[in-house]
């Protein structure tokens, strides 16, 4: 009864690290899309700012994400 629970309990810390992890990485990627709505509704601007303000922040303090980061935002605004 005991290894069942624990079995469970291990599956079920899984799935949250696994949704956590999956949310983290979605948070990052929607920054591509934030920065079309940002273009195209230069209300929204300041707004998205404070909601990327980890991701923006992360990319100012490291040199080699902010050339890939900057490059995946400027992928999402049309030419």
Do not use: H
């Not at 079920?12 to 920065?35: E, F, Q, W």
């Amino acid at each position: 009864m005991e290894d069942k629970q624990k079995e469970s309990r291990g599956t079920g810390c899984l799935i949250c690290a696994a949704a956590l992890t999956a949310l983290v990485v979605l948070y990052v990627l929607s920054i591509g899309p934030a920065s079309w709505i940002a273009m195209k509704y230069p209300a929204t601007e300041k707004w998205l700012e404070a909601v990327y303000f980890p991701v923006l922040a992360f990319r100012d303090q490291f040199r080699p994400v902010e050339g890939a980061l900057n490059w995946y935002m400027r992928f999402w605004i049309p030419a």
